[in-house]
């Protein structure tokens, strides 16, 4: 006999994207539909030009309390929190609740640091450290499993609240860009020439790209409006460390895997957002994934041309831009598309458009060949 | 130039970490990829890399990557026509 | 139903003789000689893959190697049936000093796409999926210290929702030549046999301090 538990929905009562597109949700969303790119050219010694998306130097994250001794990251990680929270329509104790981070590199631009402490180099002491700033003693989660974290931090936190263990949780993903990653995807040769340009037949690879995401999620909604997260389900190509299965079985199966857990046929899929990190392999695979699970004629786009590639934040905050595209029922525009460069003809969205959008799919890809598919829902 | 096929094939070995492997179990005109020494897309991109610091000849991405790679003798043929491009400059 | 610990493997320091580790299995408790290349020939692997990886996953998969040793996983179970959860505090440090020494000298920049692919935490996971063909669910926590309750109740979970048949769970952590590694092999059973491991914390923590 096969019992499952029943699950209680898991629905997102807030959130905060802060991205070199602006740090609140309603400047990123109107940028995003406005097909306004963060990524810059920047010149490099070593490496030549690179394009990213990077904050300003200048950039201030201002916490309510005194955040000076962070680093970059970690005040993201708490100004992006703060936000969420200040947005909730009821308080919650911030030393009180389940802290589930993702990042892939945490503090990795102190590594030759002799001042910096190297404790903080550890990601679950980082996670800690922050969450010391809202006297919050309670073990941080940290999930850092590539570019699918922030995926994955949001699966691990409805596991939580579906099995009862919290009522409320906060995920926050954040990575930042460093040398040290630039130029570990620079010797890759898989840092584009110009700014990415996912699913595009020219397209020649990443644009990296830093910035935080923070939900707030819970089982008891707030109120009508708040999108529901009906599944989220890995799997692993276990093929090659740093390219994607050619016939992205892995990603279709965690796609497939998704629809059946969400309880629903994929010819309901409205939207897809896709990974779509513009290297010639990823596309091409997504878009083999997509037709394996019969999704390849709802409309899909990538945010990558606007922010970069966010690492560890992407699951994160591209599921919260998703989030507000379902609510708002506009799809967002996949920046940078001209002409179909994958060998199955996908929808890609090149205006944003209003459309009546009750379930979106986001789906992710990592290094070590994890990948993850997460379903959303409007709740009416 | 047997000379810098030899010498090639001591630095594939080192910078690739192919161990077990000795110089003279590499055949100077065996496929590197593929069945022969089995070598891989990171593969290519470490070759690259080895050209560009022992030989200060750079190898635009993997189409070109295709060819120079193809064996220990392909290789040579490119570093000595670099080479000889840069003795005359 | 239970979910039972079927299998594990322990490598640490051994403290007693210099450049040893300490592996103790389900099967057998041994020191052996740390160097890569001993281990390698020890642990009786034909898998040369194994010499391009970093520290950390070489103890991964030794360490999976002794988990795993006479039996095929996939005579069992299906590949997406098959998940495995990890964990560990460095994440891969020791691996990313090594691929910050390619980029220091700003004259001599040569970064190192061998090195930088291990440079993620998770890295030691694919390496052990790809290996054993393991498909399904997967994660990797980081925290300071092994989160034995995570473990426990994000895998049976697992099992719950019927997501895995089977898991490999543990904690591999590597960090100033230090191997800390602790694999399981998790699997179902209805049988009431008492000899059984069960998979609760307390075993999982019992098997980390043998």
């Known amino acids: 006999m096969v019992s499952h538990n029943m699950k209680s929905p898991v629905y997102i009562l807030s959130d905060s994207v802060i991205t070199p597109l602006g740090q609140t949700i309603a400047e990123n969303m109107d940028k995003l539909y406005s097909k306004v790119s963060a990524v810059q050219a920047e010149s490099h010694e070593q490496m030549g030009t690179l394009y990213r998306s990077k904050f300003a130097d200048t950039s201030t994250f201002p916490t309510k309390n005194n955040s000076d001794s962070f680093t970059k990251i970690e005040r993201l990680f708490i100004f992006s929190i703060e936000q969420a929270v200040s947005k909730l329509s009821f308080p919650i104790d911030l030393s009180q609740v389940l802290l589930v981070f993702a990042s892939t590199k945490g503090n990795i631009e102190y590594l030759t640091d002799p001042d910096f402490d190297h404790n903080r180099l550890r990601i679950g002491f980082m996670a800690n450290h922050i969450a010391a700033y809202f006297n919050n003693t309670i073990p941080s989660i940290v999930v850092s499993n590539a570019c699918i974290s922030g995926s994955q931090a949001i699966q691990y936190a409805c596991q939580a609240l579906q099995n009862k263990k919290n009522t409320h949780v906060v995920v926050t993903g954040a990575d930042c860009i460093s040398e040290f990653v630039s130029s570990g995807f620079h010797s890759f040769q898989a840092l584009s020439p110009f700014a990415c340009t996912p699913f595009d037949k020219k397209r020649a690879g990443v644009s990296l790209g830093e910035g935080c995401g923070t939900l707030i999620l819970s089982t008891i909604p707030v109120s009508e409006t708040n999108i529901e997260i009906c599944s989220v389900v890995s799997s692993n190509d276990a093929n090659h460390l740093s390219g994607p299965s050619r016939t992205g079985e892995g990603l279709a199966s965690a796609i497939a895997g998704a629809i059946k857990e969400a309880?629903?046929?994929?010819?309901?899929?409205?939207?897809?957002?896709?990974?779509?990190?513009?290297?010639?392999?990823?596309?091409?695979?997504?878009?083999?994934?997509?037709?394996?699970?019969?999704?390849?004629?709802?409309?899909?786009?990538?945010?990558?041309?606007?922010?970069?590639?966010?690492?560890?934040?992407?699951?994160?905050?591209?599921?919260?831009?998703?989030?507000?595209?379902?609510?708002?029922?506009?799809?967002?525009?996949?920046?940078?598309?001209?002409?179909?460069?994958?060998?199955?003809?996908?929808?890609?969205?090149?205006?944003?458009?209003?459309?009546?959008?009750?379930?979106?799919?986001?789906?992710?890809?990592?290094?070590?060949?994890?990948?993850?598919?997460?379903?959303l829902k409007k709740q009416k | 130039m047997n000379q810098l096929i030899t010498e090639l094939k001591k630095e594939i070995i080192l910078q690739?970490?192919?161990?077990?492997?000795?110089?003279?179990?590499?055949?100077?005109?065996?496929?590197?990829?593929?069945?022969?020494?089995?070598?891989?897309?990171?593969?290519?991109?470490?070759?690259?890399?080895l050209l560009r610091k022992k030989y200060g000849i750079k190898v635009n991405g993997a189409e070109e990557g295709k060819s120079v790679f193809y064996s220990v003798q392909s290789m040579a043929e490119f570093v000595y026509a670099n080479q000889q491009q840069q003795q005359q400059q | 139903m239970k979910y039972i610990i079927t299998r594990f493997c322990r490598i640490s320091l051994d403290l007693t003789l210099p450049n040893s580790v300490r592996i103790q299995t389900h099967a057998l408790d041994e020191i052996q000689n740390s160097d890569f290349f001993a281990l390698y020939?020890?642990?009786?692997?034909?898998?040369?893959?194994?010499?391009?990886?970093?520290?950390?996953?070489?103890?991964?998969?030794?360490?999976?190697?002794?988990?795993?040793?006479?039996?095929?996983?996939?005579?069992?179970?299906?590949?997406?049936?098959?998940?495995?959860?990890?964990?560990?505090?460095?994440?891969?440090?020791?691996?990313?000093?090594?691929?910050?020494?390619?980029?220091?000298?700003?004259?001599?920049?040569?970064?190192?796409p061998a090195i930088f692919v291990y440079t993620l935490s998770n890295i030691v996971m694919g390496e052990i999926c790809i290996k054993y063909k393991i498909k399904g669910e997967n994660m990797f926590f980081l925290s300071e210290s092994v989160q034995f309750e995570l473990l426990q109740s994000f895998v049976s979970d697992l099992f719950e929702k019927e997501s895995i048949q089977t898991a490999v769970v543990g904690w591999v952590e590597y960090s100033l030549g230090k191997p800390d590694v602790l694999l399981l092999l998790v699997e179902k059973t209805d049988l009431k046999d008492t000899s059984e491991i069960e998979f609760t914390s307390h075993h999982i923590e019992s098997l980390y301090l043998l």
């Open chain 3, 41 to 112: 020939k020890h642990a009786e692997i034909d898998y040369p893959k194994y010499f391009k990886m970093d520290s950390i996953s070489k103890y991964g998969i030794i360490a999976a190697e002794y988990l795993l040793k006479g039996i095929d996983l996939k005579e069992k179970y299906s590949e997406t049936d098959m998940g495995i959860v990890l964990s560990n505090a460095s994440g891969s440090l020791d691996t990313d000093a090594e691929f910050q020494k390619t980029i220091n000298n700003k004259v001599s920049f040569f970064p190192s």
């Open chain 1, 263 to 375: 309880g629903i046929q994929s010819s309901e899929i409205d939207v897809i957002s896709a990974h779509g990190t513009a290297t010639l392999y990823n596309d091409e695979m997504e878009a083999l994934a997509f037709q394996t699970t019969g999704v390849s004629a709802a409309p899909v786009y990538s945010v990558k041309g606007n922010i970069g590639h966010t690492l560890g934040a992407a699951g994160i905050i591209e599921t919260i831009y998703l989030a507000h595209s379902i609510q708002q029922d506009k799809l967002i525009p996949s920046i940078g598309f001209s002409e179909s460069g994958t060998s199955i003809g996908l929808n890609i969205v090149t205006q944003a458009t209003t459309k009546k959008i009750k379930i979106g799919l986001k789906t992710a890809s990592g290094f070590g060949g994890g990948n993850t598919a997460l379903i």
């Open chain 2, 16 to 49: 690739l970490n192919l161990q077990g492997v000795t110089p003279e179990e590499i055949e100077d005109n065996a496929p590197l990829f593929g069945d022969g020494l089995g070598l891989d897309s990171i593969d290519v991109l470490e070759l690259i890399v």
